[in-house]
């Protein structure tokens, strides 16, 4: 099993930036890929940015150049590094992992945090 914790969620102005943090406990051994997610009211969650065992790494066209995804395997912890954040990056954002091969889309994860929001102001 594996427990994922999100943090470093908040309230910032257009244009600001913010780190989250994902950290991962029990069996992390042999993980395929993770990734963080999001859902804003309304909407679909939809994924956001996945790292796999290789560090290759995908991003959403929406966030591409400005966010970026790394781990740090020795400390078990996902980030996810965003800037230049607007209001339609306003969402609940999940850390999400899977271990075996597949694809690491919303339905492809098997193992999800609770989420931390994030609040985007104009």
């Known amino acids: 099993q594996v427990q994922l914790v999100e943090s470093g969620g908040g309230s910032v102005q257009a244009g600001g930036s913010l780190r989250l943090s994902c950290a991962a406990s029990?069996?992390?051994?042999?993980?395929?890929?993770m990734g963080w997610f999001r859902q804003a009211p309304g909407k679909e969650r939809e994924r956001v940015a996945t790292?796999?065992?290789?560090?290759?790494?995908y991003y959403a066209d929406s966030v591409k150049g400005r966010f970026t995804i790394s781990q740090d395997n020795a400390k078990n912890t996902l980030y996810l590094q965003m800037n230049s954040l607007n209001p339609e990056d306003t969402a609940m954002y999940y850390c999400?992992?899977?271990?075996?091969?597949?694809?690491?889309?919303?339905?492809?994860?098997?193992?999800w945090g609770k989420g931390t929001l994030v609040t985007i102001s104009s």
């Open positions: 029990g069996y992390t051994y042999n993980t395929y890929c």
């Open positions: 790292i796999y065992r290789d560090s290759s790494t």
């Open positions: 999400a992992a899977r271990r075996a091969a597949g694809v690491c889309d919303s339905g492809g994860m098997t193992y």
